[in-house]
Structures are given as structure tokens and as C-alpha cells.
């Protein structure tokens, strides 16, 4: 390999980026604008649920046992007293997320010293967020009844229960707050660095196949490898310094600690940024146009790297065949990278896998990209 | 405007994108084999949580507790000797939360004293964390009831003949919580938005770069009927998507139910797919090249899938952002697609979305054409 040659296709390449009025969008402006959009908006943190009531009892224990609901910024009252028929007709249209319905004779059959149920409904449309939803309407429920439990029988016996004389004391490593905003906003840098250097690399053969500057490559001296390779430069280029910028960011504008060493992150943002312009490299070698490789790239880019990255749902809580897929795309591994030096700071040792996994991402598609990119009209 | 001019258009457009076979795979791959690892694939909700315990106590009193974490939700990996070891395998992301039970657990209990248990949970998985949290105070706030009714000689059994406040809990519309009923339909909307944005946008940029468009547009053609014309192929294509999807995977594989009216449904989304092709043509308005198109596209779609609510409830965004979910066409699809399919709602439940969704397919179709119009006159 003529490295001269390589330099001369990366100079020729970095020319044609230069000269197009929309670069800076397209190299920093789209990195840009989703962190700051996903950054700010991304929040997975489940409040404010609205919620209705239909009170068939009406007394002072029911409107307790709401109030333990409508009483913090989890649950927001939409309708106090409703009827059946307005709850459904809400429910359908999803404007509340539960329903709570408290029987009739709800005091008299507690004062009597006898169990009562009251009907919890949770929306289960949205999967993520019914789950949520489920968990936070229990424990208000479990609170509530406790109180009335405990009150009834200091009532009775003059004796004061405690009901829960187990303290659980939390402690969430690498994220003491559990701030959602400290695993989102690493979280979104793979999956940035994925879809860019991807969709931008996707055309970059492809293009010059459908325009007929690839003649140019056909009757130059340099072999496959190097038109590949010097191709590739200026995206790893713009790729690994938007790792920087967007890294920068991610601790100066979200305030997420950044507890490893900046020297692995680097090393660990260079090898993916190549792998994810890698992607790109396979695409633009076996599409056929342009049109194709944008549909292709953006297909098996967009969902994947949000979904099987890690980022929303770990890897743990994947199917079998989802894991597989899961392993197949940069992404997890990357992700792996990032949460390892900005929340755990994990020495290198424990992170060899995922640089190795990733090198052998680059070497596959690498050879599969100089393999496929004619040299002569096919 | 002529209707045989109109057909013989899109019929060019459909001849066009068929005869890259790629594409055709790629597409036919979005509504299939993407629709089925995603539908699939995920538990949003707890799992076979991996879990760890140091109980010091060795009481009966620790033993059930540690009995009742249990399947599904959890699952016991291991007992560490330490609890450095503990925190390694918490470091290492082999376990999501560990446990320390302390001496004189059940004691404290018995002589009716605060007894605390020590949760280690790894927050770098902030969301599954959080409900691994929920799930262990709810195990050990039951026990630790359980502990002092028993105390002062109230068993089990007395408990249905106490004051107690039962929860019957009842998830509507998808009762056994079948996570790939969500999954299926929010990937199958997701591919829709992304094709439907640069599915056209591609094909209009191609005719730029190629000269071709100075061709249609000497003809009689007027400019807006070719934008309809590239905006019907792509609906055309990716409706065939949606029927494949719905009738090859989602209803026979994965038992999705449809509670309201398919056809509501496909003619609903024949509008949505028109409102996001609109957008394609704005983006392609802003465009000269295809690498600029696809880097628009990312711009203008990743916001429209993320501000949509299927995953970030608006009502916990911020205000302006909660806001700012209005103009994305998704956010109302998706109301309109979740609610035929699983709340069965009809028409008339959802006239705000349906006419949300309108207004904004109209508004992007307009400026687009402007738009385009501005760049050839």
C-alpha cells in the first residue's frame, strides 16, 4: 500500500466535504442538535401521571386514600369524581394512565374491621411506561393502606403499630442520585456516533458510482485498499472529533461526571467512530444508488443504535435472538466504552473485549468494503 | 390536472424504485425481520433481574426474605463472600443489585425495633434500577408488615378479617402485559416515519442531480403534480409495507389484537405517511445533494421519533418541549395506531390527532411545494 496514494484520496475527499455550502451541518451541526434535542428532552423519568377517580363512597377515608395519590408530583388528579362512563371514554383516548375505582360502604366495611379492595386500572398501551406507572400506583396504594391499617388499629387497641420496621437504605453506584440524565446523556453518544459517520460514509463510494467520478479511481494507479481506505479517513476524522466535542458537552452542559481516564475514551471513541464509518464503507460498496444507500444505511443505523445499544434497554433484559442481533452492531460495544469511562471508571483491562470486539468490526467490514468496491465497470 | 398523466407518473416512480432490487430488499426487511427482533426482543419490565445476597443474619427471618426474591422478577446468581466481592460483581455489570442483610435482622423485628437492609444497585442501568428498587421495597415492605402484625399475634389468616385495603389491579388493554403488542407496533410506525421522510426526499434529489427534473418540468407536467406523484409511490410502497407487517407478523405471529377498524387504520396511515412525505419534500427543498438529504433527514427525524411519546411520556418533559411534541406528525400517529389497534377507539375518539395530523400534512405539503416552486422559476 502506497500511503502517499491513501493521503492524496483523503486530501481529494476532505476538498469535496470542504467545498459543500452545508458542511457544517452536516459534520457537526447534526451530532449538535441531537444531543442538545435528546439531552434536554430524553427524559425517561415517568411523573406527572394523570389519573381519575371514581369515588362511589365519598367519605373521609376515600378522599385519605386519594389524597396519598394526588399528594406528590408522581400523579397528577385529572377528575376527582368521575363517572364510569367518563373514565372509560378517557382510558380510550388516552388521557389518563390510571383509574382508581373505591367502592361503595369503603369506610363502613374498614370501620367494621374488614378488608376492602379498591380497583386499580392502569393504560398498559405503552409498555414502558405502564410498567412504571404499575410500580408507582402499588407502593401509593401500599402506603395508603398502611396508614388506614395502622390507624384502625391504634384506634382499637391504643397501641401504636408500625407497619414498616424495615428501613431500605439505597445506594446506586457509579450515579448516587440515580440521575437519569448521568446513563441518558453518555448513553446518546454511541448512538450519535453510529448514525453519523454511518450515513455520511454511506454515499461516499455509492455517489461517485452513480455520477461516473469513480472513472476517475478505475483509470487511477491507486489499488482498492487505498481509494477504501483514504475514503474513509476524513469521516473517522470528523467522527472522532465530534466524540471530543459531544464528550465535552455531555460534562460542560449536562454536568455528568466523567470519572475514567480520558486517554482510554479517546483511544475507545477512535476505534468505534471507525467501525461505525465501517458500516457506512459496507453499504456504499454493494448499493447501487444513492437513493439506495441512504434507505439501507439509515434502516440499519437509526433503530439500531438507539434500541440495541444498551442505552434504553440493557442488554440483560434482551431475548436470545435480540442479544445475538444486539452483538452484531457497534453499538453495545461502544456503549460499553462510554458508561465504562464516564460513569465506572473501568481500567482498560476490564473494556479488552469491547476494543477487540470492535477491531474485528473494522477489519470485516474493511475487507468486505475493499473486497466489494469495483475496480473496473461491472 | 390530468388523471392519466397523474397514474402514468406514479406508475414511472413505482418502475423506478422497483427496479433497484436492493431497495425492494431493504424495505421488505423494515416490515419484517426489523419488525420481529424488535417486537420480540425487549422486557421493559423486570426480568431475571441478576441479583446478589450477604445475609449476616442467618435467621428463618432473612431466609424468606431471601426466598421471596424470586422468579420472574429476580434471580439469586450467587452468594459473595465479601461485600467487595459484591461490589465487583456490580462493577463488572453481572449483577443489576445486591443485598446485605445485617446481624440481628430478625432480633430487631422480634423486639419490635427498626431493622435496615442495604440495597447496592447499579445506576449506570438508571431505568431498570429504579425498578428493581420498587419491586425490592415492595417484597421487603410486605415481609416487614407481615413481621409486626405476627408480632403482636395476628397471622395471615386474621389478616382477611382486618381493615386492610386490597389492590385489584387491572392492566386495560393489554391484560397480560404482552410487551410485544407495544414493541410491534411502535418499530412498525418507526420504520414508516424514517421511509416515509426519505423515501421521496431521495427520489427527488435524484431527478436533481441527474438533470432529469428540467426534464419533467418543460413538460406539461405542472411541479406540483410530480411532487404528489413521487409522494403517492412512496405511500403506495410503504402501505404495502404496513399490510405485509400487520397481516405476516403482527396479527398471525404475535397475536396482536385489532379492537378497532383495520381499514380505519390504513387510511389513517396512508395520511400520516403523506404528512411526513411532505416533510421529505421540505428537507429535499433545503437540498442539492444526496449526502446533504440524508443528513437532513437524521436532523428532522430523530426529533419527530423521540418527541412522539412512545418512549418519553410528554407530561414528564420539559414545558417548551412538551410543547414542541404538537408538531410532530408521529405523536399523533401514534395515538391514532395505538389506539385502533389496542383501546379500539374509532373515529370519532380520535378527531384531535386525526385533524392535528391534517393540518400538519397540509402545512408541510405547502411549503414544500413553494419551496420547490422558488428553486425553478
Not at chain 1, 268 to 289: E, P
Not at chain 2, 157 to 172: C, G, I, K, W
Not at chain 2, 182 to 208: C, D, K, T
Not at chain 2, 323 to 347: D, K, M, Y
Request: with cysteine; glycine share 6%.
Amino acid at each position: 500500500m502506497n500511503f502517499r496514494r491513501v493521503l492524496a484520496i483523503a486530501r481529494l475527499e476532505t476538498r469535496l466535504l470542504r467545498r459543500d455550502p452545508m458542511i457544517v451541518l452536516r459534520a457537526i451541526g447534526t451530532p449538535l442538535v441531537l444531543m442538545l434535542l435528546f439531552g434536554y428532552g430524553l427524559s425517561l423519568d415517568v411523573e406527572h401521571i394523570p389519573f381519575a377517580v371514581i369515588d362511589y363512597d365519598h367519605s373521609a377515608t376515600s378522599r385519605d386514600y386519594i389524597y396519598t395519590f394526588a399528594g406528590n408530583r408522581t400523579f397528577d388528579l385529572v377528575s376527582a369524581d368521575a363517572s364510569e362512563r367518563e373514565v372509560e371514554a378517557m382510558l380510550r383516548r388516552g388521557d389518563i394512565r390510571l383509574a382508581i375505582i373505591v367502592p361503595p360502604q369503603f369506610e363502613r366495611t374498614l370501620y367494621h374491621g374488614l378488608p376492602a379492595t379498591v380497583q386499580l386500572m392502569v393504560d398498559g398501551v405503552y409498555a414502558f411506561r405502564a410498567e412504571i406507572t404499575r410500580g408507582y400506583a402499588l407502593a401509593a396504594h401500599e402506603r395508603a393502606a398502611d396508614d388506614i391499617l395502622s390507624a384502625r388499629i391504634q384506634e382499637r387497641t391504643g397501641h401504636a403499630l408500625d407497619l414498616q420496621p424495615i428501613e431500605v437504605r439505597t445506594r446506586y453506584l457509579f450515579n448516587e442520585n440515580l440521575r437519569t440524565t448521568n446513563t441518558i446523556v453518555p448513553g446518546l453518544l454511541p448512538m450519535i456516533l453510529m448514525m453519523t459517520p454511518a450515513v455520511m460514509m454511506a454515499l461516499a463510494i455509492v455517489r461517485e458510482k452513480e455520477l461516473g467520478s469513480i472513472y476517475n479511481f478505475f483509470s487511477s494507479p491507486a489499488t482498492r485498499a487505498e481509494f477504501v481506505i483514504g475514503k474513509l479517513m476524513p469521516y473517522i476524522v470528523i467522527g472522532f472529533t465530534n466524540a471530543l466535542f459531544l464528550g465535552l458537552l455531555t460534562v460542560i452542559l449536562f454536568g455528568v461526571p466523567f470519572k475514567g481516564s480520558l486517554a482510554i475514551y479517546a483511544a475507545g471513541m477512535l476505534v468505534y467512530v471507525t467501525a461505525t464509518a465501517g458500516i457506512g464503507l459496507l453499504v456504499s460498496s454493494f448499493v447501487k444508488s444513492q437513493l439506495g444507500a441512504n434507505i439501507v444505511a439509515m434502516i440499519i443505523t437509526i433503530v439500531p443504535s438507539a434500541l440495541y445499544s444498551g442505552m434504553l434497554i440493557p442488554i440483560s433484559s434482551m431475548s436470545p435472538l435480540t442479544r445475538v442481533v444486539a452483538h452484531l452492531f457497534p453499538g453495545m460495544f461502544g456503549n460499553n466504552i462510554v458508561i465504562g469511562t464516564f460513569l465506572k471508571n473501568l481500567p482498560l483491562r476490564a473494556m479488552l473485549a469491547d476494543f477487540a470486539t470492535l477491531g474485528l468490526f473494522i477489519i470485516v467490514f474493511m475487507a468486505a468494503g475493499i473486497v466489494l468496491t469495483p475496480k473496473r465497470e461491472r | 390536472m390530468s388523471l392519466r398523466r397523474f397514474r402514468a407518473l406514479v406508475w414511472k416512480e413505482l418502475l423506478e424504485l422497483s427496479r433497484d432490487s436492493i431497495v425492494i430488499l431493504f424495505v421488505i426487511y423494515a416490515f419484517t425481520g426489523d419488525i420481529f427482533t424488535a417486537a420480540q426482543g425487549f422486557h421493559l419490565e423486570l426480568t431475571n433481574a441478576a441479583m446478589s445476597v450477604i445475609d449476616y443474619d442467618h435467621s428463618a427471618a432473612s431466609r424468606e426474605l431471601v426466598a421471596r426474591f424470586a422468579a420472574p422478577y429476580f434471580s439469586l446468581r450467587k452468594t459473595p463472600a465479601s461485600e467487595r466481592e459484591m461490589l465487583k460483581r456490580l462493577d463488572s455489570g453481572a449483577d443489576l443489585l445486591g443485598i446485605v442483610i445485617p446481624h440481628g435482622f430478625q432480633s430487631d423485628l422480634e423486639h419490635g425495633q427498626h431493622a435496615a437492609i442495604q440495597l447496592f444497585l447499579d445506576g449506570s442501568r438508571a431505568t431498570h434500577a429504579s425498578l428493581a428498587e420498587g419491586y425490592a421495597r415492595e417484597i421487603i415492605g410486605g415481609l416487614g408488615s407481615e413481621m409486626s402484625m405476627r408480632r403482636i399475634g395476628l397471622t395471615a389468616l386474621d389478616q382477611n378479617r382486618m381493615p386492610m385495603v386490597e389492590a385489584a389491579l387491572r392492566v386495560r388493554f393489554n391484560p397480560n402485559r404482552r410487551e410485544e403488542f407495544f414493541n410491534g407496533i411502535n418499530e412498525m410506525l418507526i420504520m414508516l416515519s424514517v421511509l416515509a421522510i426519505a423515501l421521496p426526499a431521495s427520489a427527488l434529489i435524484r431527478e436533481r442531480e441527474h438533470g432529469t427534473i428540467e426534464q419533467l418540468l418543460v413538460s406539461p407536467i405542472e411541479p406540483w403534480e410530480l411532487l404528489l406523484a413521487k409522494i403517492a409511490a412512496s405511500t403506495v410502497v410503504l402501505i404495502f409495507g404496513a399490510l405485509l407487517a400487520t397481516f405476516c407478523l403482527l396479527i398471525p405471529f404475535f397475536h396482536v389484537p385489532v379492537r378497532g377498524s383495520l381499514g380505519l387504520f390504513f387510511a389513517c396511515a396512508a395520511i400520516f405517511v403523506f404528512t411526513m412525505a411532505g416533510l421529505g419534500l421540505v428537507v429535499a427543498s433545503f437540498c442539492r445533494t444526496m449526502p446533504q438529504v440524508s443528513m437532513m433527514t437524521l436532523i428532522v427525524m430523530a426529533p419527530i421519533i423521540f418527541l412522539s411519546g412512545a418512549w418519553t411520556p410528554p407530561e414528564a418533559m420539559p414545558g417548551w418541549l412538551a410543547e414542541a411534541t404538537v408538531l410532530s406528525p408521529l405523536r399523533w400517529f401514534n395515538e391514532i395506531a395505538f389506539g385502533i389497534f389496542l383501546r379500539g377507539a374509532s373515529l370519532g375518539d380520535l378527531q384531535r390527532p386525526l385533524t392535528m395530523m391534517i393540518v400538519l400534512g397540509a402545512v408541510f405539503f405547502a411549503w414544500g411545494a413553494t419551496q420547490f416552486r422558488r428553486h425553478f422559476r
